[in-house]
């Protein structure tokens, strides 16, 4: 029994000592791989900078010998867009053109050969607004104002219906739409201007009045007028009068009058 004990312990010895030796072999390999490695890539850094260092006589720039690597890229950019700004020969003075990308994009869409689209058909309710926006050809197209505007045309028409206190020896109708407001405008209307008439030197004569004298509104026109600014004067005048004879300080000057004169 004892003889097959040391057997088997020296079995296991000699075992264990050729697997620690391989074990050291290929530790061995592999250190020696990695100073291998190490070695070539110190050569090929030192190949590198010795290429990059230029001669005494020439710009040459050689790479290493590695023809995996990927090759520079073309200097040439091509064609270039052009500039915003075109100068002059002198670069300290405004420049002679600007140009303008989305002024350039409208024009090339504008100047297309290709036909624009067809308008859409307008609608029933379209047909209706636009119909109310006119009085018809009948009436020459007489259009109906916007409702931002009638603020300003109710001036205009409210001094035309005064008409009859600004000239006394002539008498107009009352209007329908009087004492109405804004509510009593007609729905088409329009207030026109005098077209100036062509002068052989463009001077002022009794049909042209120059800007000077123009107004913008009828109402300044009637205030400008001097004889409706008489009349209107004179009859401030008779109405103050009235007022200041029934107003403060005159019950005195009717008690003295009542009194007997014995």
Same mark, same amino acid.
């Given at each position: 029994?004892?003889?097959?004990?040391?057997?088997?312990?020296?079995?296991?010895?000699?075992?264990?000592?050729?697997?620690?030796?391989?074990?050291?072999?290929?530790?061995?390999?592999?250190?020696?791989?990695?100073?291998?490695?190490?070695?070539?890539?110190?050569?090929?850094?030192?190949?590198?900078?010795?290429?990059?260092?230029?001669?005494?006589?020439?710009?040459?720039?050689?790479?290493?010998?590695?023809? &995996?690597?990927?090759? @520079? %890229?073309?200097?040439?950019?091509?064609? *270039? =867009?052009?500039?915003?700004? $075109?100068?002059?020969?002198? !670069?300290?003075?405004?420049?002679?053109?600007?140009?303008?990308?989305?002024?350039?994009?409208?024009?090339?869409?504008?100047?297309?050969?290709?036909?624009?689209?067809?308008?859409?058909?307008?609608?029933?309710?379209?047909?209706?607004?636009?119909?109310?926006?006119?009085?018809?050809? &009948?009436?020459?197209? @007489? %259009?109906?104002?916007?409702?931002?505007? *009638? =603020?300003?045309?109710?001036? $205009?028409?409210?001094?035309? !219906?005064?008409?009859?206190?600004?000239?006394?020896?002539?008498?107009?109708?009352?209007?329908?739409?009087?004492?109405?407001?804004?509510?009593?405008?007609?729905?088409?209307?329009?207030?026109?201007?005098?077209?100036?008439?062509?002068?052989?030197?463009?001077?002022?004569?009794?049909?042209?009045?120059?800007?000077?004298?123009?107004?913008?509104?009828?109402?300044?026109?009637?205030?400008?007028?001097?004889?409706?600014?008489?009349?209107?004067?004179?009859?401030?005048?008779?109405?103050?009068?009235?007022?200041?004879?029934?107003?403060?300080?005159?019950?005195?000057?009717?008690?003295?009058?009542?009194?007997?004169?014995?």
């Amino acid at each position: 029994m004892a003889s097959e004990s040391s057997s088997s312990d020296s079995s296991s010895k000699s075992s264990s000592d050729s697997e620690s030796d391989s074990d050291s072999d290929s530790d061995d390999a592999y250190l020696q791989s990695l100073l291998d490695n190490a070695r070539a890539s110190v050569r090929e850094s030192a190949k590198l900078k010795r290429a990059h260092v230029f001669g005494d006589g020439g710009d040459i720039i050689k790479l290493g010998g590695d023809e &995996s690597e990927r090759p @520079l %890229p073309p200097l040439d950019p091509g064609e *270039l =867009p052009p500039a915003y700004f $075109e100068f002059v020969k002198d !670069r300290r003075d405004a420049p002679a053109t600007v140009r303008d990308p989305d002024t350039q994009r409208a024009e090339a869409a504008t100047s297309g050969t290709i036909a624009p689209a067809p308008p859409p058909k307008p609608t029933l309710t379209g047909k209706i607004s636009t119909r109310n926006q006119t009085a018809g050809p &009948s009436w020459f197209d @007489l %259009p109906a104002p916007a409702e931002a505007d *009638l =603020p300003r045309l109710h001036r $205009e028409v409210e001094a035309l !219906r005064l008409r009859n206190q600004l000239d006394p020896k002539r008498f107009y109708r009352k209007d329908d739409g009087d004492g109405k407001g804004i509510k009593g405008l007609p729905k088409h209307f329009a207030i026109g201007t005098i077209v100036t008439t062509n002068t052989p030197f463009g001077t002022a004569s009794t049909d042209n009045l120059p800007r000077a004298h123009r107004k913008r509104t009828l109402v300044d026109e009637l205030v400008d007028d001097a004889e409706a600014r008489r009349y209107a004067k004179r009859k401030f005048e008779d109405l103050q009068a009235v007022r200041g004879a029934r107003g403060r300080n005159t019950l005195h000057q009717k008690k003295a009058l009542r009194r007997p004169k014995w």
